[in-house]
């Protein structure tokens, strides 16, 4: 079967994910491999208008939340992927390319849904045992708009942290219900987010009043 045709649009945000070939770490110091994802993040968003929200990257794969002013996310992400991938295969001496594939991307269509997946992705590190909280985590975009300083990229401006910002770290920090993260889980499988349960999937759905 045929991989999924991209949906492009402009309205929504995405989330956006992509893994190291063979679950492989990448084969550079997690410093040079953070200054080559925000050198090429940078570079996206000066070229293709590519709208960050939220970057994590883990010590083989990344967490992205994106919008698209252009419509033209397969074009944003192929060029980022492209250029990043060459530069730490450069680097790093490798034979093989960095990522397993193509990433993944999920169209956000509620502001619900892009809560849930805020806190999906600046969870991650907490919950891969590698911070104790989410402002802790070196790699990570929310570290920077913490200390008020620049990710190294463009980022959009973070109206869930700035509209109550001890309140937002708080809710992050929580650890979320399991079924419902679950249920995330399973509704991320979809190009467009979705609450229904997968064919022969006996997991709780996650509706768009449910928050993590």
Request: with cysteine; net charge positive; charged share 25%.
């Amino acid at each position: 079967m045929g991989r999924a045709k991209a949906i492009l649009q402009s309205e929504f945000p995405y989330s956006i994910s992509a893994r190291c070939i063979n679950r492989e770490w990448f084969a550079l110091p997690m410093p040079e491999v953070w200054e080559v994802f925000t050198q090429e993040l940078s570079r996206c968003c000066q070229k293709n208008k590519l709208a960050v929200h939220a970057f994590v990257l883990m010590s083989n794969h990344f967490h992205l939340l994106a919008s698209t002013p252009s419509a033209n996310i397969s074009q944003c992400m192929h060029q980022f992927m492209q250029r990043s991938s060459r530069e730490l295969t450069r680097r790093g001496n490798r034979i093989n390319e960095t990522f397993a594939g193509r990433h993944y991307k999920c169209v956000m269509q509620d502001p619900n849904y892009f809560l849930n997946a805020y806190k999906y992705v600046y969870r991650n590190p907490v919950h891969a045992g590698l911070s104790f909280a989410v402002e802790d985590y070196e790699f990570s975009s929310l570290r920077a708009i913490v200390e008020r300083r620049s990710p190294g990229f463009p980022i959009e401006e973070d109206t869930v942290f700035g509209s109550d910002p001890v309140g937002t770290l708080n809710w992050l920090n929580a650890p979320p219900d399991r079924e419902k993260l679950d249920a995330f889980r399973c509704g991320m499988r979809r190009p467009c987010f979705t609450s229904k349960k997968l064919k022969g999937s006996n997991r709780p759905i996650l509706g768009p009043n449910d928050l993590l």
